[in-house]
T-cell receptor
Framework: QKEVEQDPGPLSVPEGAIVSLNCTYS??????FMWYRQYSRKGPELLMY????GNKEDGRFTAQVDKSSKYISLFIRDSQPSDSATYLC???????????FGPGTRLSVLP | GAVVSQHPSRVICKSGTSVKIECRSL??????MFWYRQFPKQSLMLMAT?????????EQGVEKDKFLINHASLTLSTLTVTSAHPEDSSFYIC???????????????FGPGTRLTVL
């Protein structure tokens, strides 16, 4: 079992849809949780960052962390064609320098 | 968010030459920087972790004599691909760790990447 799992997609949705992207993990020591967006031929861009459990909202994006289920989600409301990208989740324990990335989910938002 | 720059964005070189890629954190100090490699439609592959003032830690299978990493200051790390060959052609991405003790902040900011083509 991989340390972080993520549905690779591709996921195609119509413009305006609510998108749910998810990651599951096995390491209960993870405390820092991140979501990145990567456009083709670009470096990943940090979208959302959460420490420990809970929800965080920023504009059309909401990040949720459920540590009891070892499950994190990124919701995108009113999705736009410009949201078409690969979304990566990442996690880290409290100590050390080891960040663990999911393989990424490719999202296409169709106009 | 914090900004990380990377130069050059694209480089084409002949086989056997060396190429240097610079990674700078522009608005924060990064004691730790990471270097990744990414092939088309594949995920990030961590190559090495670089800490300011000390030797880099390379991942298994990454040749440290081929991929020289220097992290001489809190805002600059460089990756030198020595004696480059066509199989080294790839997308190289750096990131800088933003870590503040006691502030529950520990994340990475990525540079825009460097596309290396070795002829």
């Amino acid at each position: 079992q991989k340390e972080v799992e993520q549905d690779p997609g591709p996921l195609s949705v119509p413009e305006g849809a609510i998108v749910s992207l998810n990651c599951t993990y096995s390491n209960s020591a993870f405390q820092y949780f991140m979501w990145y967006r990567q456009y083709s031929r670009k470096g990943p861009e940090l979208l959302m960052y959460t420490y420990s459990s809970g929800n965080k909202e920023d504009g059309r994006f909401t990040a949720q962390v459920d540590k009891s289920s070892k499950y994190i989600s990124l919701f995108i409301r009113d999705s736009q064609p410009s949201d078409s990208a690969t979304y990566l989740c990442a996690m880290k324990e409290n100590y050390g320098q080891n960040f663990v990335f999911g393989p990424g989910t490719r999202l296409s938002v169709l106009p | 968010g914090a900004v990380v720059s990377q130069h050059p964005s694209r480089v084409i070189c002949k086989s056997g030459t060396s190429v240097k890629i610079e990674c700078r954190s522009l608005d924060f100090q990064a004691t730790t920087m990471f270097w990744y490699r990414q092939f088309p439609k594949q995920s990030l592959m961590l190559m090495a972790t670089s800490n300011e003032g000390s030797k880099a830690t390379y991942e298994q299978g990454v040749e440290k004599d081929k991929f020289l990493i220097n992290h001489a200051s809190l805002t600059l790390s460089t990756l030198t691909v020595t004696s480059a060959h066509p199989e080294d052609s790839s997308f190289y991405i750096c990131s800088a760790r933003d870590f503040m003790t006691g502030h529950n902040t520990d994340t990475q900011y990525f540079g825009p990447g460097t596309r290396l083509t070795v002829l």
